[in-house]
């Protein structure tokens, strides 16, 4: 990756306008607010070393969760522990049991965890769906944060 400014940051237009900014070596969690579901979340998927971690806010386009989180594993054995262990700690840190969904043939695990719904996908599988498009089609006030590994 080669640096657009003296941070290291990466900016690319996204296909609804607006702007995804990539992030060299930052902490997920790092653009949630501490404490929350969120932050947990993001942080679970930096240890475990998820791929490509895109967090998009939903508030005031969904009632369903107040952030969706899409990240990829890569391999199928890679994406079902990644659920496993968020499921584990979500639980371990008091926040009830999340539902998940597609966990045995984990090419696409859906893991509800109330204010966050978290998408984990093989790379394959999630460039074949496209959600980040799905849900950022038509907003351009609203940038979607990408931050995590390349």
């Given at each position: 990756m080669t640096p657009n400014s003296p941070t290291g940051?990466?900016?690319r237009p996204a296909d609804a306008g607006a702007t995804v900014v990539t992030m060299p070596e930052t902490s997920l969690s790092d653009?949630?607010?501490p404490g929350t579901i969120h932050a947990l979340v993001l942080d679970q998927l930096d240890e475990d070393q998820a791929q490509d971690v895109v967090s998009i806010p939903l508030s005031g386009k969904s009632s369903i969760a107040d952030h969706m989180v899409i990240a990829s594993g890569?391999?199928?054995r890679q994406v079902a522990?990644?659920?496993g262990k968020l499921a584990e700690r979500l639980k371990k840190e008091g926040h009830g049991s999340a539902r998940i969904e597609g966990l045995p043939a984990a090419d696409w695990v859906l893991i509800?965890?109330?204010d966050v719904v978290?998408?984990?996908f093989r790379p394959e599988v999630r460039s074949f769906y496209n959600l980040e498009r799905m849900w950022g089609f038509g907003?351009?006030?609203a940038p979607a944060a990408s931050v995590g590994r390349a």
């Open positions: 940051a990466q900016a653009s949630a607010e890569r391999s199928t522990a990644m659920a509800d965890a109330g978290v998408h984990l907003d351009e006030g």
